[in-house]
């Protein structure tokens, strides 16, 4: 039985920038097809960065057709209306691929660093490097580029537990 090839946008979210990046999940053999960020005019109000946000991260699922999508989830930290904003970019990179009816999975960001990098608390440099590591021919641009693509190999490592996981829950109730 051949292994269906499984395509997997991986977000990582962001006011200003939301890093996206799509891989091919065939077995454990994973291949790079694209990345890039979505960004946002910081002189707009919260409502129409918002809205940008929404329209790129639209334009992303119909330009790569992903069957799979992934959400780094919110780091919070000191600063309790930059965490609030974040969440607010978050809600749109978990609102867009709902509404296109794909499964959306969400992981933590020290999950992510440990998947792909080995450490849970590994520096987002450190993160670039294995990205590049384990996708030769991934050209990000950015940093949230390369996270974004960490986000989307975390998803193909783990997703076939988590189905199971699932399953196992249905079955159960």
Known sequence: MAIRPI???????GLRRTGWGVVVAEGSRLSFV??????????????????????????????HAPHEVAVEETFVNKDAQATLKLGHARAIALLVPALADLSVAEYASN????????V?????AQV??????LLPKATPKTADAADALAVA??????RQARALARRVLESAS
């Open 153 to 158: 190999i975390t998803h193909a490592q783990h």
């Open 34 to 63: 694209a990345c890039g960020c979505v960004e946002s005019n910081g002189k707009l109000s919260l409502a129409e960065r918002l809205r940008e946000l929404h329209i790129g991260l639209t334009e992303v699922l119909e330009r």
């Open 111 to 118: 999950l992510v660093k440990k998947t792909v990098v080995g």
């Open 120 to 124: 849970g608390h590994a520096e987002k």
């Open 7 to 13: 395509r997997i946008l991986g977000i990582d979210p």
């Open 128 to 133: 670039g490097a294995m990205v590049r590591v």
